[in-house]
């Protein structure tokens, strides 16, 4: 992966050399990259995920993508729905976590091949996208809890100890953004604000959200396997 900027006008790009160029056989390098319109324009959307609509399936040719648009929620919504304040290109969200899931994916842990992340400067406040390669066949915790093998879970549980081992600390660690593909291979989506750091009480707490999660999903009862699998996953 060779992550490369560009910059046109207002909007700034990072993005992965490998998935976009200005070639003709690749997807383009440009702001309409990051344009709902454009995709519906261009028949390429063939789904949206649940939640506050932020989010497209799009269909490029071989693969699928992701492309998330960075929505606020609670109170704040109601000031501005998708402005961020600006302090600097690279501490601005979609960077950051474009930059996160770089790394994650380098280090062969189970996060989607990130593709591209656009901001767009407003004066004192930017806007900003992502684009991630979708994952095959990946449902939801959330999707699979009824039925659901222990084995499973303590794969979840593991999953979420490699990415602890690793230093990342998942401030929204819920049932929906582990996806499980049909190999039964768990995976960890939506970076945003998350950080890498020492080995401290986040962890718990991480573990803790996502309890609560699972309550909210009527599946409380599983907790105790997924930590079983988090306390059995060996470190390095």
Request: with cysteine; proline share 4%.
């Given at each position: 992966?060779?992550?490369?900027?560009?910059?046109?006008?207002?909007?700034?790009?990072?993005?992965?050399?490998?998935?976009?160029?200005d070639?003709?056989s690749?997807p383009?390098i440009?702001?309409?990259l990051?344009?709902?319109?454009?995709?519906?324009?261009?028949?390429?959307?063939?789904g949206a995920?649940?939640?506050?609509?932020?989010?497209?399936?799009?269909?490029?040719?071989?693969e699928?993508?992701?492309?998330?648009?960075?929505?606020?929620?609670?109170?704040?919504?109601k000031?501005?729905?998708?402005?961020?304040?600006?302090?600097g290109?690279?501490?601005?969200?979609?960077?950051?976590?474009?930059?996160?899931?770089?790394?994650?994916?380098a280090?062969g842990?189970p996060?989607?091949?990130?593709?591209?992340?656009?901001?767009?400067?407003?004066?004192?406040?930017?806007?900003?996208?992502?684009?991630?390669?979708?994952?095959?066949?990946?449902?939801?915790?959330?999707?699979?809890l009824?039925?659901?093998?222990?084995?499973?879970?303590e794969?979840?549980?593991?999953t979420?100890?490699?990415?602890?081992?690793?230093?990342?600390?998942?401030?929204?660690?819920?049932?929906?953004?582990l996806l499980?593909?049909?190999a039964?291979?768990?995976?960890?989506?939506?970076?945003d604000r998350?950080?890498?750091?020492?080995?401290?009480p986040?962890?718990?707490?991480?573990l803790?959200r996502?309890?609560r999660?699972?309550?909210?999903?009527?599946?409380?009862?599983?907790?105790?396997?997924?930590?079983?699998?988090?306390a059995?996953?060996?470190?390095d």
């Open positions: 992966m060779h992550l490369a900027t560009c910059r046109t006008g207002k909007v700034f790009i990072l993005y992965d050399a490998d998935s976009v160029c070639a003709e690749a383009q440009g702001p309409a990051f344009e709902p319109d454009h995709w519906h324009r261009a028949g390429g959307v063939i995920a649940p939640g506050r609509g932020s989010s497209l399936f799009l269909d490029i040719g071989g699928q993508w992701v492309l998330r648009r960075y929505r606020r929620g609670g109170l704040i919504a000031v501005s729905e998708s402005r961020y304040l600006w302090t290109l690279e501490r601005t969200r979609a960077f950051r976590e474009l930059r996160l899931t770089a790394h994650l994916h280090r842990l996060v989607p091949r990130p593709v591209a992340a656009s901001v767009t400067r407003h004066g004192p406040t930017y806007t900003a996208a992502l684009i991630t390669v979708r994952i095959p066949g990946a449902r939801t915790l959330a999707e699979h009824e039925g659901i093998e222990p084995s499973l879970l794969r979840v549980g593991a979420v100890r490699r990415f602890h081992d690793a230093g990342l600390d998942h401030v929204d660690l819920n049932a929906r953004n499980v593909d049909a039964d291979t768990v995976w960890l989506i939506d970076l998350c950080r890498l750091r020492a080995p401290g986040w962890r718990e707490t991480n803790e996502l309890a999660s699972l309550a909210k999903f009527g599946g409380a009862e599983h907790m105790a396997a997924i930590r079983r699998g988090y059995s996953e060996e470190t």
